[in-house]
């Protein structure tokens, strides 16, 4: 039996480096302003951890747009997965072209294209889609804010998020 509703489980769950990161900065301070000495200067450290923890969990969670969704996503060893009910593929994480965002599906698709392969669509809110988030934000270049915005933002025809080798020409922006 369980004391908490499940939509609220839900919303701790996915601000979970954020909560860790507000225990963090409180044990930090309580350090700083108790005895003071070499556990104040560890009080310090707490306190700068816990901000960069706390920068980095609000992206997570803003990436993270639910769960529940068609297919499961796994990522092995340079491999993103993809078995859905209907289709399903692989991507090399090295060999992405590009990444797109498609808001026109119900629920939205990440759209990963590989040279030689079928292009992957991965709906949003896949369980294990989260995981997504580290190998998007190891793309080179890739700006991270312009990522969580398109997908928060409810565009409503695709965009490209990232691309390799741009195949547009040069005096027309992505951004």
Do not use: C
């Not at 509703?5 to 225990?23: C, I, Q, S």
């Not at 009080?43 to 969990?57: K, N």
């Amino acid at each position: 039996m369980s004391f908490i509703r499940p939509e609220a489980k839900l919303a701790l769950w996915r601000w979970r480096e954020v909560l860790v990161a507000g225990v963090i900065l409180l044990v930090g301070l309580s350090w700083i302003s108790g005895p003071g000495g070499l556990l104040g200067w560890l009080g310090w450290v707490l306190v700068a951890v816990s901000l960069a923890l706390a920068v980095i969990g609000v992206q997570r969670a803003r990436f993270r747009t639910g769960v529940g969704g068609p297919g499961v996503v796994t990522i092995d060893e340079g491999q993103i997965s993809y078995f859905g009910p209907l289709d399903g593929g692989m991507v090399a994480t090295r060999e992405i072209e590009r990444l797109a965002l498609d808001p026109s599906s119900n629920p939205a698709h990440w759209v990963l294209e590989q040279p030689g392969q079928p292009t992957l669509h991965i709906p949003v809110n896949a369980e294990g889609a989260e995981a997504l988030f580290d190998v998007f934000s190891a793309l080179p270049g890739l700006k991270t804010e312009h990522m969580l915005s398109e997908l928060n933002g409810g565009a409503v025809h695709p965009v490209v998020i990232w691309e390799r080798q741009p195949m547009r020409p040069a005096h027309m922006r992505l951004h």
